[in-house]
């Protein structure tokens, strides 16, 4: 397919980088390809970003056939713009798709059209250390024929958005409350995709858990409730006698997290031992209460790294290093983005430079 350009030429005034927050202003131009079963992928373009006729009947509102990605695009130090391993991101969607019964993506002409896109919206890209832009990849069913099946036809989508940090704490440890009413995901459904099913659900748990003051939600699993899953939006990992143990894939329930990757690949590399297994909330605060848990952080495309400096579950609560950031959290932020912004070589093969 060839990718049409067709870009706006009414260009909104782009906000102060430090009024950005996370995701409040949108940049000019979004790219679309359509999907029908008889056609195959067609119609892809970048046009000016605005809204778009959809059908009331269009199954995505009927049925939830709907996943996207998170992913980001930087402005290193040397002026050039970067991707951090972004056909993770894609094949991660593509797995996604599937799951859901949706059709499949060539990633690779996927990332060609996002890397043109950048290109197109350069001036968008705070060039700004600690900031970026956020590129939020989606696909929605547009079928409309209500029976319970899947699309025939479909919409994908990629929109930007500059953003700064994603919690207002920024580098300050966090705040979470162990929920152990509700459930997240449970083995067997759709908790290792990222899909919009997953997070309609956690929506009025997240409110309750920030009135009681907290930052984010720790997830027990389903069948038990004593194993820890993922905190919030994101992945989560223990220091516990000099180990790095970060919950196990294998039940299916954890979102497979490209910074999780990462940061496995960091600490192996670095003679960290790590483990990735089952880990129960009683080992956790156990660890906290003997002294040691030395570590928590959250790992994610949105923070990077998000310490963790207090816990409650039921009526145990426990303090984390003292609520200040430990020095492998601070080690692994400084790596990773010291890579996003070009300020280490990358040896890796993690880096893909927009040109």
């Known amino acids: 397919?060839?990718?049409?350009?067709?870009?706006?030429?009414?260009?909104?005034?782009?906000?102060?980088?430090?009024?950005?927050?996370?995701?409040?202003?949108?940049?000019?131009?979004?790219?679309?390809?359509?999907?029908?079963?008889?056609?195959?992928?067609?119609?892809?373009?970048?046009?000016?970003?605005?809204?778009?006729?959809?059908?009331?009947?269009s199954l995505v509102f009927h049925y939830g056939q709907e996943v996207f990605e998170g992913m980001k695009a930087f402005y290193g130090v040397d002026g050039k713009i970067r991707l951090f391993r972004p056909e993770k991101n894609l094949y991660r969607m593509d797995e996604t798709m599937e799951r859901l019964a949706m059709t499949n993506i060539d990633t690779d002409f996927v990332l060609e059209a996002i890397k043109k896109l950048l290109i197109i919206e350069k001036d968008w890209i705070p060039p700004v250390e600690g900031m970026a832009i956020y590129i939020r990849p989606f696909c929605i069913a547009t079928g409309t024929v209500l029976g319970v099946k899947r699309s025939d036809t479909y919409k994908y989508m990629v929109i930007l958005s500059p953003v700064g940090a994603y919690y207002p704490e920024g580098m300050k440890p966090t705040k979470i409350y162990v929920e152990d009413n509700y459930i997240r995901s449970a083995e067997g459904g759709i908790g290792k995709y990222k899909a919009g099913a997953n997070y309609a659900g956690t929506l009025m748990p997240g409110d309750e858990v920030i009135k009681k003051g907290f930052s984010q939600i720790c997830w027990l699993d389903a069948k038990e409730k004593k194993y820890i899953e993922e905190v919030g939006t994101s992945n989560i990992a223990f220091v516990i006698n000099g180990k790095l143990i970060t919950p196990s894939l294998d039940r299916g329930t954890i979102l497979p997290g490209v910074t999780r990757d990462t940061v496995i690949h960091l600490a192996k590399e670095w003679n960290i031992p790590v483990e990735e297994r089952d880990v129960t909330v009683e080992e956790v605060f156990k660890a906290?209460?003997?002294?040691?848990?030395?570590?928590?952080?959250?790992?994610?495309?949105?923070?990077?790294?998000?310490?963790?400096?207090?816990?409650?579950?039921k009526d145990r609560e426990v303090i984390v290093n003292d609520q200040k950031i430990g020095p492998i959290s601070q080690r692994l932020y400084d790596e990773v983005t010291d890579l996003q912004y070009g300020k280490k070589e990358d040896k890796r093969g993690w880096i893909q430079i927009v040109e």
Not at 289 to 310: Q, R
């Open 1 to 57: 397919m060839k990718i049409e350009v067709n870009q706006s030429k009414n260009k909104k005034q782009k906000p102060n980088w430090d009024e950005c927050g996370f995701c409040k202003f949108y940049s000019d131009n979004m790219f679309v390809m359509e999907w029908d079963d008889k056609k195959g992928w067609y119609d892809a373009r970048i046009e000016q970003y605005a809204p778009f006729l959809i059908d009331p009947a």
């Open 288 to 313: 906290a209460e003997d002294g040691s848990l030395s570590e928590v952080f959250a790992t994610g495309t949105a923070a990077v790294i998000s310490p963790v400096g207090l816990m409650r579950w």
